[in-house]
């Protein structure tokens, strides 16, 4: 709509009124049409001096923000925004007025640029809650009440969270089902081919894997509390599935540690890792994949 404002703002104010009008149409927003008509009149086609123009530019740009983020959220605060172009328009389009209600537009779609990226940086956290959608509500919910800056330091409290280091009560704060996708994730970051077994008849597997290498990998996931360790039992069982499920080697992963005896099981068997619960962490510190934010909470 503001493409002939290329090479500098039209000079014509019945180009002014088409867009403004058109505007007006769009949103349920408040724009006083007939005061900007009002200060139109003043101007004869094509003779608006180049200062006039630019301030025309401006509040016309700053309800172009308006009627497009009301339409992408049509529950945003735009009080103040309205309220800045329409101050405009009844003040004859003053600089002061002008200037007030660029800012305020540049606020509003900073925060929903900051909005954008939020929702997208929710990609990086595989904990179930902190889903896309979950994210988006957040943002929602700032710019229904108008706390647009909030916005942007939800962005930063979310960029700091991905360079934080992975802790086992992260690993708790899975639930199980979701706690073996987090291993499987973790396997992918590393370049192994990846599907999970749940709802299968598996027999304890967890999470197949294919290395770069070729290396077919059977992998249970144990989210134990830090109290409860995995114990010689499991490593045995799983070991024996190597045979049985023509894999080349098993893992056992878990949140928690495993027992002496489970530790020693799996180095006499040989083709079977143990991966504990500071393992684990590690691994996905090292990874693209972030601790659980609870976007829900934020």
Same mark, same amino acid.
């Given at each position: 709509?503001?493409?002939?404002?290329?090479?500098?703002?039209?000079?014509?104010?019945?180009?002014?009124?088409?867009?403004?009008?058109?505007?007006?149409?769009?949103?349920?927003?408040?724009?006083?049409?007939?005061?900007?008509?009002? #200060?139109?009149?003043?101007?004869?086609?094509?003779?608006?001096?180049?200062?006039? #123009?630019?301030?025309?530019?401006?509040?016309?740009?700053?309800?172009?923000?308006?009627?497009?983020?009301?339409?992408?959220?049509?529950?945003?605060?735009?009080?103040?925004?309205?309220?800045?172009?329409?101050?405009?328009?009844?003040?004859?389009?003053?600089?002061?007025?002008?200037?007030?209600?660029?800012?305020?537009?540049?606020?509003?779609?900073?925060?929903?640029?900051?909005?954008?990226?939020?929702?997208?940086?929710?990609?990086?956290?595989?904990?179930?809650?902190?889903?896309?959608?979950?994210?988006?509500?957040?943002?929602?919910?700032?710019?229904?009440?108008?706390?647009?800056?909030?916005?942007?330091?939800?962005?930063?409290?979310?960029?700091?969270?991905?360079?934080?280091?992975?802790?086992?009560?992260?690993?708790?704060?899975?639930?199980?089902?979701?706690?073996?996708?987090?291993?499987?994730?973790?396997?992918?970051?590393?370049?192994? #081919?990846?599907?999970?077994?749940?709802?299968?008849?598996?027999?304890?597997?967890?999470?197949?894997?294919?290395?770069?290498?070729?290396?077919?990998?059977?992998?249970?996931?144990?989210?134990?509390?830090?109290?409860?360790?995995?114990?010689?039992?499991?490593?045995?069982?799983?070991?024996?599935?190597?045979?049985?499920?023509?894999?080349?080697?098993?893992?056992?992963?878990?949140?928690?540690?495993?027992?002496?005896?489970?530790?020693?099981?799996?180095?006499?068997?040989?083709?079977?890792?143990?991966?504990?619960?500071?393992?684990?962490?590690?691994?996905?510190?090292?990874?693209?994949?972030?601790?659980?934010?609870?976007?829900?909470?934020?």
């Amino acid at each position: 709509m503001l493409d002939q404002c290329v090479e500098g703002p039209p000079t014509d104010p019945d180009w002014y009124r088409s867009v403004l009008g058109q505007l007006a149409e769009r949103t349920t927003c408040d724009l006083a049409s007939d005061e900007f008509d009002s #200060a139109l009149a003043d101007d004869s086609p094509g003779a608006i001096r180049l200062g006039r #123009a630019m301030r025309y530019a401006t509040v016309t740009a700053a309800a172009v923000v308006l009627v497009d983020a009301t339409l992408q959220y049509p529950s945003l605060d735009s009080t103040t925004l309205t309220r800045a172009i329409n101050d405009a328009a009844r003040n004859g389009l003053d600089p002061e007025t002008v200037t007030n209600a660029g800012h305020r537009a540049l606020e509003v779609a900073t925060a929903i640029g900051h909005g954008e990226a939020v929702v997208r940086l929710a990609d990086a956290f595989p904990h179930p809650d902190d889903t896309r959608a979950a994210f988006a509500s957040v943002v929602t919910e700032h710019l229904s009440d108008g706390s647009f800056e909030t916005v942007q330091q939800f962005r930063e409290s979310l960029t700091d969270a991905r360079t934080r280091e992975w802790t086992r009560g992260d690993l708790l704060a899975f639930p199980p089902i979701a706690f073996e996708e987090l291993v499987a994730d973790c396997w992918r970051e590393y370049q192994n #081919a990846v599907i999970t077994t749940r709802g299968s008849s598996d027999r304890g597997i967890d999470v197949i894997a294919r290395t770069d290498t070729g290396t077919r990998l059977a992998i249970q996931a144990k989210r134990y509390q830090r109290s409860n360790t995995v114990g010689i039992a499991t490593v045995q069982r799983t070991a024996g599935l190597t045979v049985e499920f023509d894999i080349d080697r098993a893992v056992v992963v878990t949140s928690s540690n495993y027992t002496r005896q489970a530790t020693e099981s799996a180095e006499q068997i040989g083709l079977l890792t143990l991966v504990d619960g500071e393992q684990l962490c590690a691994w996905l510190t090292a990874s693209s994949l972030a601790p659980p934010f609870m976007a829900e909470s934020a």
